[in-house]
């Protein structure tokens, strides 16, 4: 199945490759495919070293972490190996920058291209003052990220909430909830990256509100 499907999208780029080249275009064909696989790229990056770090943190920060396993009626805990807790991190946060990065459209490349490239259009809104310009491509383009930005920070707060959980630095203990200062402060920092994301869409709310009317 994977042979087939791979198949066909080579052949379905086969295809556009020698449309492009016979009326001349194929600048614009590799350049459109460079644009569009770049931000998929250069998300799954991101997002995939954004998680690495914040996990091996947890990990090296409070010593690994340890599994239980029973032999006869004894409970041994044991602490995983280092390599073993790195290279799991390391694998656990290539799948997730990969998985965000085939989330991206291929339109959000384009539109960092339409950016650089497009001049003002002389055109002001009489509300806001923004040229149309920013409206057509510049304001599309932040709302992604700001969302893009929301999700990926609101998995990272998940992910190492239970890392810090399976750690033993964050528990409940008798009557209440127990997070050590170092748990404390790395989740008050991704809260405060998830508010400043969220602020930017508020921020951005008023041109959607101009848009939608």
Request: charged content about 10%.
């Amino acid at each position: 199945l994977t042979i087939l499907l791979v198949g066909r999208m080579a052949a379905n780029a086969y295809i556009e490759i020698l449309w492009f080249e016979s009326v001349g275009y194929s600048s614009v064909f590799w350049t459109r495919v460079l644009w569009e696989w770049g931000a998929r790229l250069i998300v799954a990056l991101l997002v995939g070293v954004a998680c690495f770090f914040n996990l091996r943190f947890i990990a090296r920060s409070l010593g690994g972490i340890k599994i239980k396993r029973r032999v006869g009626d004894l409970v041994i805990s044991e602490q995983l190996p280092q390599a073993v807790v790195v290279w799991s991190v390391a694998i656990a946060s290539a799948l997730i920058g990969l998985w965000f990065g085939a989330s991206v459209p291929g339109s959000m490349g384009l539109s960092v291209l339409y950016l650089l490239n497009a001049p003002d259009w002389g055109v002001t809104d009489p509300f806001l003052g923004q040229d149309l310009m920013f409206f057509v491509i510049l304001l599309p383009l932040l709302r992604a990220l700001v969302t893009l930005g929301l999700v990926v920070f609101f998995l990272i707060f998940t992910l190492v909430t239970a890392g810090y959980a399976a750690t033993g630095a964050l528990q409940w203990g008798p009557g209440r909830f127990v997070v050590e200062k170092r748990p404390r402060t790395h989740l008050g920092v991704i809260i405060a990256a998830f508010s400043v994301m969220l602020a930017a869409q508020f921020w951005l709310a008023r041109f959607v509100l101009l848009l939608s009317g």
